[in-house]
């Protein structure tokens, strides 16, 4: 099955800084990689998703980039505040294919943001 | 417009015993997924429903097991609970039968005793 690996597990920048995550895969069939932020005691957000047929995504400060040849994926987060403080985990899926794949989210272990003032 | 509603929001339970969590799926959504979400890491899944069929099944002993009602809502039963089985468990909606569009829930929290 699929693997996805993530890191840092912690990340601690300056109020301002930017903030890279970065995550890999293994299944080459995965072609949907969304990003996820959770804060503490709450559910999983949904804040930006690429697709495969895409190198980069950008939505405001949110960036994320793909890489298909090297099968991995990045989180790019500008100008941090502190409101971005939270854990964030990349996902991998294949949501259109057959198999065993179809129908998951494979999740990495996550990154602690903290954003400092 | 309702998202996904989980229920209970926290559950303490002793080992042995058996429990059932319960899902309502965003409006719309006709396929329930459930995550298990352990104290640091990222959530596993467990299964998915469709038309009241398990139609996916993740790394999970069988002592997992769920449900799909008509009105799509669903159950996650687990028996002879572990302390190992403490964690938030998550139920996800999306239609079927792609992920593009999951909702998540915000989740049980099970302790397990």
């Known amino acids: 099955g699929e693997n996805v690996e993530q890191h840092p597990s912690t990340l601690s920048v300056q109020e301002g800084d930017s903030a890279v995550i970065k995550c890999t895969y293994s299944d080459s069939a995965s072609n949907y990689f969304p990003w996820y932020k959770q804060e503490l005691g709450k559910r999983p957000q949904l804040i930006i998703d690429?697709?495969?047929?895409?190198g980069e995504k950008k939505d405001q400060r949110i960036a994320v980039t793909l890489n298909k040849t090297a099968k991995h994926f990045s989180l790019h987060i500008t100008e941090t505040q502190p409101e971005d403080s939270a854990v964030y985990f990349c996902a991998a899926s294949n949501p259109e294919g057959r198999g065993s794949t179809l129908g998951r989210l494979y999740f990495g272990r996550g990154t602690q943001l903290t954003v400092w003032p | 417009d309702a998202g996904v509603t989980q229920s209970p929001t926290h559950l303490i339970k002793t080992r042995g015993q058996q429990v059932t969590l319960r899902c309502s799926p965003k409006?719309?959504?006709?396929?329930v997924s459930w995550y298990q979400q352990a104290l640091g890491q990222g959530p596993q899944f467990i299964f998915q429903?469709?038309?009241?069929?398990?139609?996916q099944r993740g790394n999970f002993p069988d002592r997992f097991s769920g449900h799909q009602f008509p009105n799509y809502s669903s159950e996650l039963n687990v028996n002879a609970l572990l302390l190992g089985d403490s964690a938030l468990y998550l139920c996800a909606s999306s239609p079927w039968p792609s992920d593009y569009g999951y909702t998540f829930g915000s989740g049980t929290r099970l302790t397990v005793v």
């Open positions: 690429i697709r495969s047929n895409v």
């Open positions: 429903y469709y038309e009241e069929e398990e139609r």
């Open positions: 409006s719309g959504h006709d396929t």
